[in-house]
Structures are given as structure tokens and as C-alpha cells.
Nanobody
Framework: QVQLVESGGRLVQAGGSLRLSCAASGRTLSSYFMGWFRQAPGKEREFVAAMSRSTMVTVYADSVKGRFTISRDNAKNTVYLQMNSLKPEDTAVYYC???????????????????WGQGTQVTVSS
């Protein structure tokens, strides 16, 4: 069992930066695939970024590539999402998620992840 708690979301102006944190308890995050997803009002939850569990390979949605960075601090059992050059369209509730295993290309799909945090609101004003 893994418990995930996100933090760091807030109101920020366009062009600004935020760092979201996802602190885990119960299990070591390095054993899991870790993903960040987001959901805007009236829209489906969408993939943002993910990291493989052993090789720490990272993947990103095209919409955030070059602006967002996912990273992991094993000593703190925490995953981060550094978000730079924020845009109003980045406004959403951001969730972190963990999966012990994923199918081929499953790292991009929310239903492949077993454990979810409660979400943190990011609002980007224009």
C-alpha cells in the first residue's frame, strides 16, 4: 500500500514557475512507476509526465515538453514536478500516481496506476 500526498499548487501568473511535490509513505517510491496527471474542469484526466521505476527514464506530454521536469528524491521518498513558463491552459488539479507495473505504453494511461494522491490545484492567471 502506498499513500501519496501532493502539495505546492497555488495561484501563479503566466510565465511563472511552481514545483509540485508528491510525498509517499508506506512503500519506497523507487519501486514504482510514477506519473503526474492533471484534470481541468469539464475535461478528462490527462497525462503530464512520468518516470520509470528502475532506469528513471522520463516521458512527457507534448504540451509540457521543455517546460516541465519530473524528478525523484529517493532519500525523501518524494517525486517532484518542476513547472516553468506556466500558461493559463496549465490550470488544473494535478495528481501524482504510482504503479508497480504498467503494460506497453501504459505509463501514459491513468487506469494503469493503482495509487493516487488527493490532488493539488494549480491556477495560472493571464
Amino acid at each position: 500500500q502506498v499513500q501519496l500526498v501532493e502539495s505546492g499548487g497555488r495561484l501563479v501568473q503566466a510565465g511563472g514557475s511552481l514545483r509540485l511535490s508528491c510525498a509517499a509513505s508506506g512503500r519506497t517510491l523507487s519501486s514504482y512507476f510514477m506519473g503526474w496527471f492533471r484534470q481541468a474542469p469539464g475535461k478528462e484526466r490527462e497525462f503530464v509526465a512520468a518516470m520509470s521505476r528502475s532506469t528513471m527514464v522520463t516521458v512527457y506530454a507534448d504540451s509540457v515538453k521543455g517546460r516541465f521536469t519530473i524528478s525523484r528524491d529517493n532519500a525523501k521518498n518524494t517525486v517532484y514536478l518542476q513547472m516553468n513558463s506556466l500558461k493559463p491552459e496549465d490550470t488544473a488539479v494535478y495528481y501524482c500516481a504510482a504503479a508497480y507495473s504498467v503494460s506497453n505504453n501504459g505509463i501514459y494511461r491513468p487506469n494503469e496506476y493503482t495509487y493516487w494522491g488527493q490532488g493539488t490545484q494549480v491556477t495560472v492567471s493571464s
